[in-house]
């Protein structure tokens, strides 16, 4: 097996942090910018093998990035590439996490390489951060509690004891690799795939959530955004704008969306406008009224 990775933090983009501070704007975990990284990394992958070939002759394999049950982060330990974090992600001392990784298996018998040590310490940054404390101990997730998970995987309602605590995170959540120290040593990509897309690396709240789902499907062509849905879209968001400064854009944005054909956006609409006080409800109701 061969295991390789991918940095995928771009040069040109807005401040984490400060997007993350900013209520009115939505936070898309980083990796999500610009282009799916499942084409952009099995395409590397593709022509290291390609050129595996060519220099040791005619090999059996097959290429992984997301797209079956492999123990991704387990393998690339145990081939050198880092050390798996208390926050569950694979650290390298000189790489830090914003990488992605991939696999090929192959049956060309290669030399193994030696797992690396790991070193986090007495570090609980990415413990104390998590905004669901989905880091329920070290190295020990809690999937029903991560942001990542319930926004783009879970595909039902937001547990109401979490809605808060996602803030403005739209599509995932980077919260653990933000505060990591060995993030200072991480090295920005020379992919451009991975460039921010739509001005989505600080783009207003209600703006994303104006978008039709003709608009969404042409924005989002390419991205791996397209595994949340136009509705868990439109759900996150939702829950976002619930969290945002209240505003009469921001109401008027909500209201906009509160007769939505899905049960599952009303639902989160209602929760949202319920955030801003009686005031909103009711300018809510008038415009549903209209």
Partial sequence: MIAARLDYMPEQMADATRVLGDGTRAYVARYALGRDYHKLLRRRLQTLATEVERRAGPMGYRVFVDSAPVLEKALARNAGLGWIGKHTNLLDRDAGSW??????????PLPADR????????????????????IV??????ARRCISYLTIEHRGPIPLEFRAAIGNRIFGCDDCQLVCPWNRYARLTREGGFAPRHGLDAAEL???????EAEWAERTAGSALRRAGYLGWLRNIAVALGNAPTSARVVASLA????HPSALVREHVAWAIAQHGSVAKTLAEDALNV
């Fill in 99 to 108: 990488f992605l990784l991939g696999e090929i298996f192959t049956d060309l």
């Fill in 115 to 134: 797992p690396v040590s790991a070193h986090c310490g007495s570090c609980t940054a990415c413990l104390d951060v998590c905004p669901t404390r989905a």
């Fill in 137 to 142: 101990a070290p190295y020990e997730l809690d």
């Fill in 206 to 212: 209600v703006a994303l959530f104006a978008w039709t």
């Fill in 256 to 259: 906009a969306r509160a007769a």
